[in-house]
């Protein structure tokens, strides 16, 4: 490893500026991390938000470019398709990569999150620093200010390159959104989310590998494996439903209606007393128009891009920037001025396409997997694939199991979608016209 003299700041030290710290690190910059929270590893309580994520290529191929992949895929549970759980009780098998088989891993976010500090600590030139609240940017002096909630004290610091990691509600991003062209957009679903848990013990009643969907309409209830076997429960749903759960009848009512086959998976008394107990979290979509300022401030992961979960997608792409940062920071010998610019170019564009992407998914996992036209356009995505393998990927597969960037992912949707329609159409006027001629023959 080369030294370098520069210094990088890097605010955040969750999933994506944990990572990003490394990159950094491993190209020999001084870097130092900058953490709000205590450091989790010596911290009791678990922290907020999901307790596993599903890790796909482009999360595989940033852990793989530093050396980290195979160490965090040891700890990870493959999954191979969607189970989904019908209403009406049939449950049925959807694999998701049926060309190449390939799967998904569910990664816990505490274990992920612990081993990439840990492994940016193994670097000698990366320094963490834990409880320290970024409060203030100053973008005419570059200094950024830290509150010390255990000293009650400010810390001032500054480098020659400020990366906020500091998600969804980045306190870097607020400040960049007074300079010149930053526009900024904050949109939030009306639906939320609560986490439950399946324990090791009743896990033979669920099939092993898979991401299990109960898509009921308006909400669904997901369950992704846990290393422990135990499974980790998520009811997505509108705020306003969450609202009516207040007494344990009212919770067992609903669950037996809508979700009854999960009830002994949790088992009555956990179910009830968590659904009353845990407040729904909610959802939150961020746009921004640039992605950084001059040749010292950027952002990255959910501080540039936050997503709402349905794609799977949200940390993906956060380690994704890594790998697009890294490779721009050789292209461009270092220029940090240079790599900003591009870094915004390439990235807005794909940001935006898998905000929205993520959006769709909502909708197709909770209502369109129910729906026959979900199997036909699925039949049709597979037998164009084999046909002319390249030029048409079907959307998971391109999102999921490849590098395409996420805006031609969005294009090639919707380019198929026309040609999907325009096929049914022809499809529909021939046997129109076969059948109309067998009439007349016929008469
Ligand atoms: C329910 C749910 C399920 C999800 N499932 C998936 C999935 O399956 N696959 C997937 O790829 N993604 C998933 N995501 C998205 C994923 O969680 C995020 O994209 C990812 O955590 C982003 O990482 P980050 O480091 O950018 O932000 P964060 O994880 O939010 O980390 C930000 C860090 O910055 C710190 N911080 C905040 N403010 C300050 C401050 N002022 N000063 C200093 N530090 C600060 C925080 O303490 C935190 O440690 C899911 C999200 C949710 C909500």
Redesign the pocket.
């Known amino acids: 490893m080369e030294e370098n003299s520069k210094r990088i700041v890097i605010?955040?030290?969750?999933?994506?500026?944990?990572l990003c710290a490394y990159y950094f690190g491993k190209r020999g910059y001084r870097i130092d991390l900058?953490?709000?929270?205590e450091d989790i590893r010596r911290s009791k309580s678990p922290?907020g938000?999901?307790i596993?994520?599903?890790?796909?290529n482009r999360?595989r191929l940033a852990l793989r470019d530093v050396g980290l992949e195979e160490e965090v895929l040891k700890s990870a549970v493959p999954m191979v398709g969607r189970r989904v759980h019908f209403q009406n009780g049939k449950v049925q098998s959807i694999l998701y990569d049926e060309f190449t088989n390939q799967c998904i891993y569910?990664v816990g976010?505490n274990f992920l999150?612990k081993f990439l500090l840990t492994a940016i600590e193994s670097l000698p030139n990366v320094l963490l620093h834990f409880d320290?609240?970024?409060?203030d940017v100053n973008l005419k002096t570059d200094e950024l200010t830290?509150y010390r909630c255990s000293s009650q004290d400010y810390l001032r610091v500054t480098g020659d390159l400020i990366i906020g990691?500091?998600?969804?509600?980045?306190?870097?991003r607020r400040s960049l959104q007074s300079t010149p062209l930053f526009d900024c957009s904050q949109t939030y679903i009306d639906h939320g989310?609560i986490?439950l848990r399946i324990s090791p013990e009743q896990s033979h009643l669920m099939k092993p590998n898979h991401l299990h969907i109960w898509p009921r309409g308006s909400m669904m209830l997901i369950a992704?494996p846990n290393i422990d076997k135990s499974w980790t429960v998520?009811l997505f749903m509108p705020l306003s439903e969450f609202d009516r759960l207040v007494y344990k009848e009212m919770v067992l009512e609903f669950f037996k209606q809508v979700f009854p086959d999960v009830i002994p998976l949790i088992g009555t008394d956990q179910l009830v007393n968590d659904v009353i107990r845990t407040k729904p979290?909610v959802?939150v979509s961020i746009k921004c128009s640039k992605l950084h300022y001059r040749d010292k401030f950027l952002i990255?992961?959910?501080?540039a891009h936050?997503?709402v979960?349905f794609y799977?997608?949200?940390?993906?792409?956060?380690?994704e920037d890594c790998t697009v940062l890294n490779n721009l920071l050789d292209k461009y010998s270092e220029d940090f001025g240079r790599v900003l610019e591009e870094f915004t170019r390439l990235r807005v564009s794909d940001a935006h396409a898998i905000a929205d992407l993520a959006m769709y998914n909502y909708l197709e996992m909770r209502d369109l997997v129910t729906r026959p036209s979900y199997y036909l356009k699925k039949w049709f995505d597979k037998q164009m694939h084999r046909v002319v393998e390249d030029k048409w990927q079907p959307l998971y597969y391109s999102v999921t199991f490849t590098h395409t960037k996420y805006e031609v992912c969005l294009q090639q949707r919707d380019w198929q979608s026309k040609v999907l329609k325009r096929s049914l159409l022809l499809f529909g006027i021939v046997a129109l016209s076969f059948s109309a001629l067998t009439f007349i023959n016929i008469t």
């Open positions: 605010v955040g030290g969750g999933l994506v500026g944990a900058y953490e709000y929270r922290r938000r999901s596993n994520l599903s890790l796909s999360g569910s976010r999150n320290c609240k970024l409060i830290f990691a500091d998600g969804a509600f980045s306190c870097l989310y986490e992704l998520t979290s959802l990255v992961g959910d501080a936050a997503i979960p799977g997608q949200g940390m993906n792409a956060g380690f």
